[in-house]
């Protein structure tokens, strides 16, 4: 089989061909809309890439072409030869990737999402964009009622918060400066674009079985759901659950030196929106729910370990149990959530 490396760009690629010997069979420029097709006419290959935004389209592309596809993390490409001694071209790119596509088999790669799951993150991440713009203009307003010595109570969520900050505008000397009353109106569209998208995603997971199956654990509601299912594509991915629990970072670390074990802090890797969804949710269900199996199981952690490395286990067996009933199909039984690996989880570092 030849080795093809493309370096990917937003309009043309270069690629790389190598016999399975060694010798360039070919070095070109193509558009990048065309790989696909370009693909398509290739002979059955072993194709490498660099991770970016438009890998995730080609990868599909090359898979469905029959090619045998890895698509190597960012971090890594520098250690294949990309960009080497501080000089870096596309075409010398595409090469050092074929290159090591012809040395080594055993190329790390990220996983390649279904296009169903991908076209449902767009979902999750424009919510997560907004919530992140709402939260900015929340601050800047808040922080100019400060400057006036003034302090509004409860979260900036709704319209209420608006009209609080109306409210207390209007009983200031100066008034509410036009700049603010901008401020309110674009945290006031943003609210309505929030709350569509929370309505669109409960309908998505609402038709969804995977879904619908996870709702019913405690805590656990669209969102959640959704952006599990979306984040992992498909629950063979892993293992055993204490992968999945380190794909989500919500292990502790480890500085073990002389022989002597040290956890640390939980790591920081993986998809962050996620572990801030189940780290969320462990919260909700942690007072909302306080005579649930699962939090009983969490309370008697935190009698050892304290609140915070309860929390972070409480949101570890929320994923475990997620993954273990959309894996095996299972409904969920809180009595045996709450009796499952209590020893491994009661060492678990704060976040």
Same mark, same amino acid.
């Given at each position: &089989?030849?080795?093809?490396?493309?370096?990917?760009?937003?309009?043309?690629?270069?690629?790389?061909?190598?016999?399975?010997?060694?010798?360039?069979?070919?070095?070109?420029?193509?558009?990048?809309?065309?790989?696909?097709?370009?693909?398509?006419?290739?002979? #059955?290959?072993?194709?490498? &890439? $660099?991770?970016?935004?438009?890998?995730?389209?080609?990868?599909?592309?090359?898979?469905?072409?029959?090619?045998?596809?890895?698509?190597?993390?960012?971090?890594?490409?520098?250690?294949?030869?990309?960009?080497?001694?501080?000089?870096?071209?596309?075409? *010398?790119?595409?090469?050092?990737?074929?290159?090591?596509?012809?040395?080594?088999?055993?190329?790390?790669?990220?996983?390649? *999402?279904?296009?169903?799951?991908?076209?449902?993150?767009?979902?999750?991440?424009?919510?997560?964009?907004?919530?992140?713009?709402?939260?900015?203009?929340?601050?800047?307003?808040?922080?100019?009622?400060?400057?006036?010595?003034? &302090?509004? *109570?409860?979260?900036?969520?709704?319209?209420?918060?608006?009209?609080?900050?109306?409210?207390?505008?209007?009983?200031?000397?100066?008034?509410?400066?036009?700049?603010?009353?901008?401020?309110?109106?674009?945290?006031?569209?943003?609210?309505?674009?929030?709350? #569509?998208?929370?309505?669109? =995603?409960?309908?998505?997971?609402?038709?969804?079985?995977?879904? $619908? *199956?996870?709702?019913?654990?405690?805590?656990?509601?669209?969102?959640?759901?959704?952006?599990?299912?979306?984040?992992?594509?498909?629950?063979?991915?892993?293992?055993?659950?204490?992968?999945?629990?380190?794909?989500?970072?919500?292990?502790?670390?480890?500085?073990?030196?002389?022989?002597?074990?040290?956890?640390?802090?939980?790591?920081?890797?993986?998809? %962050?929106?996620?572990?801030?969804?189940?780290?969320?949710?462990?919260?909700?269900?942690?007072?909302?729910?306080?005579?649930?199996?699962?939090?009983?199981?969490?309370?008697? =952690?935190?009698? %050892?370990?304290?609140?915070?490395? +309860?929390?972070? +286990?409480?949101?570890? %067996?929320? #994923?475990?149990?997620?993954?273990? &009933?959309?894996?095996?199909?299972?409904?969920?039984?809180?009595?045996?959530?709450?009796?499952?690996?209590?020893?491994?989880?009661?060492?678990?570092?704060?976040?």
């Amino acid at each position: &089989m030849n080795h093809i490396g493309i370096d990917l760009g937003a309009t043309h690629s270069h690629v790389v061909v190598l016999s399975a010997s060694g010798e360039l069979q070919l070095q070109k420029k193509v558009k990048t809309t065309e790989l696909p097709h370009w693909l398509q006419r290739q002979a #059955a290959s072993h194709v490498v &890439m $660099e991770a970016c935004t438009q890998s995730p389209a080609i990868g599909r592309a090359a898979r469905e072409a029959r090619h045998v596809t890895k698509i190597v993390p960012a971090q890594f490409v520098k250690l294949l030869g990309v960009g080497a001694r501080g000089i870096k071209t596309d075409g *010398r790119d595409a090469g050092a990737l074929a290159r090591a596509s012809l040395h080594n088999d055993q190329l790390p790669s990220v996983h390649v *999402r279904s296009e169903q799951s991908y076209s449902r993150r767009e979902l999750i991440s424009s919510r997560a964009l907004l919530v992140k713009s709402r939260r900015s203009i929340a601050v800047s307003i808040k922080s100019w009622l400060r400057g006036r010595l003034v &302090m509004l *109570r409860g979260r900036a969520s709704s319209h209420v918060f608006c009209d609080a900050v109306r409210k207390a505008a209007l009983e200031q000397p100066d008034g509410l400066p036009i700049a603010i009353e901008l401020l309110l109106q674009s945290f006031e569209h943003l609210t309505e674009q929030i709350a #569509a998208l929370d309505e669109l =995603i409960s309908n998505v997971a609402g038709k969804d079985a995977v879904c $619908e *199956r996870l709702m019913t654990i405690p805590g656990v509601g669209p969102q959640i759901a959704l952006a599990f299912v979306t984040h992992l594509d498909c629950p063979g991915r892993f293992g055993s659950a204490d992968e999945l629990a380190s794909y989500l970072a919500l292990v502790p670390g480890e500085a073990t030196t002389g022989g002597k074990v040290v956890r640390t802090r939980t790591i920081k890797a993986g998809p %962050k929106y996620l572990k801030a969804l189940l780290i969320q949710a462990a919260w909700g269900l942690w007072r909302s729910r306080p005579t649930d199996p699962v939090v009983l199981w969490a309370r008697a =952690i935190a009698d %050892k370990r304290g609140n915070c490395t +309860a929390i972070v +286990a409480l949101a570890r %067996k929320l #994923a475990t149990m997620m993954w273990s &009933m959309w894996k095996h199909g299972t409904a969920y039984n809180p009595a045996q959530a709450s009796s499952m690996r209590i020893r491994v989880e009661s060492h678990s570092a704060p976040s």
